[in-house]
């Protein structure tokens, strides 16, 4: 534990939370409970938020006067796996070499979550008219629902701020804009019978095989109605196909077939647009070739992940904030999903600017630059200063 007081910098915090496997299937209370003792050496009051299990953690913390109108410098504490990737060395103990610093989360994000934490002494020092909150959540790499609890509480028994910085990886440049991602699992009940009587049962994967041929035609549909903003790359919402399984044996009916599909939707997509489509589509399948010889069959589509997109918003607070401190005059739009479309959601002025690139994340021997650090931490600086005027 940090002792009190203690001064840490950004690599020696890096260096702590990086050897916490945070996976985002494992519990990351131990990295919160660091976290949190370094706060109680500075200070710092802060807010554990758990998760109905009890086994993960997010913490809000505050500096500065308890008011509302705050900027929450927001960051995730879960990484994604290691398995099967290839590293040089142990994932979870940091390595600096050739100027960068490698280990899992290292960019994606604990780099972000390391240089808010080096902020904190400097940033109790200053002289701030309004508050920074610093927030470190949990499951962002799976649902993106580990900030939702303590949004519920932002102007309750928490202060309600008014913009949010989520501090993904984008070299720094603000991103005003990113699609939603909502993802299926559908699974064809049909009845298992032999394959030269296919009147005795449903054939559960001829059956899917309709319903994937119906999301081709949605994914046509929204390549044909394209990107009016012109910022997305692809140029529309995009729907996809995964993985399917089922079947027993080739003169078998089959009696199961499952697959997992997701759209990624351009911001103003209406969410309910695409699974409305496809539900009825799987009505009429069920009727005219599940149970065409009789009630054997059904359909079920459950929603695993819902996580809502992020729209631009033209000269709101955040991007003001994000732009005067990173000195840029434009925004951009990123290709992955964040937790910034449930702040925004929640109707706070949200971006998206971070140190770093995408484009090492989830890699075997992820990294971020010294450099990249180096200028997130100016960053932070500048987003400080802003909040002394």
């Not at 005795?200 to 046509?220: C, K």
């Not at 149970?291 to 996580?307: D, K, L, S």
Request: hydrophobic share 40%; net charge negative; glycine share 10%.
């Amino acid at each position: 534990m940090p002792a009190d007081g203690e001064r840490l910098g950004a690599l020696d915090i890096l260096e702590r939370l990086v050897s916490f496997d945070t996976e985002s299937s494992r519990s990351n209370v131990a990295l919160i409970d660091w976290v949190c003792a370094y706060l109680d050496g500075w200070g710092v009051p802060y807010a554990r938020v758990p998760n109905a299990a009890g086994d993960k953690q997010a913490v809000f913390a505050t500096i500065g006067p308890m008011v509302d109108g705050g900027v929450v410098l927001s960051g995730h504490t879960d990484v994604v796996p290691v398995t099967g990737q290839s590293w040089t060395t142990d994932p979870f103990k940091l390595r600096i070499a050739d100027g960068r610093a490698y280990g899992r989360g290292a960019v994606d994000m604990k780099g972000f979550d390391a240089l808010c934490l080096a902020l904190v002494p400097t940033a109790l020092q200053a002289d701030l008219t309004r508050p920074i909150h610093i927030l470190l959540s949990y499951d962002e790499e799976t649902t993106c629902l580990g900030v939702a609890d303590t949004i519920a509480r932002f102007g309750a028994d928490l202060p309600r701020p008014g913009a949010v910085i989520v501090g993904e990886p984008t070299d720094l440049e603000v991103a005003d804009a990113h699609k939603s991602v909502v993802t299926y699992l559908t699974t064809v009940h049909g009845h298992e019978a032999h394959s030269a009587k296919p009147m005795l049962g449903a054939n559960a994967v001829m059956a899917a095989a309709d319903l994937v041929s119906e999301l081709n035609r949605i994914a046509d549909m929204m390549i044909a109605r394209g990107d009016p903003s012109g910022r997305f790359d692809p140029p529309n919402t995009t729907v996809h196909v995964g993985t399917i399984d089922g079947g027993t044996a080739r003169n078998i009916l089959p009696k199961l077939c499952a697959f997992h599909w997701e759209f990624r939707g351009l911001p103003g997509l209406d969410l309910a647009e695409i699974p409305a489509l496809f539900a009825e589509k799987a009505e009429a399948v069920a009727r005219e070739r599940l149970n065409r010889y009789g009630p054997y069959g059904r359909i079920e589509t459950i929603e695993e992940v819902a996580v809502p997109g992020l729209a631009p918003e033209p000269g709101s607070e955040a991007e003001r904030l994000a732009l005067r401190a990173t000195g840029r005059n434009r925004t951009i739009s990123v290709p992955y999903g964040t937790e910034a479309g449930r702040f925004q959601a929640a109707g706070i002025s949200t971006v998206v600017c971070g140190p770093g690139s995408i484009d090492q994340a989830h890699q075997p021997d992820e990294y971020i630059t010294l450099d990249a650090l180096e200028r997130g931490g100016a960053f932070l600086r500048q987003v400080l200063a802003e909040c002394t005027r």
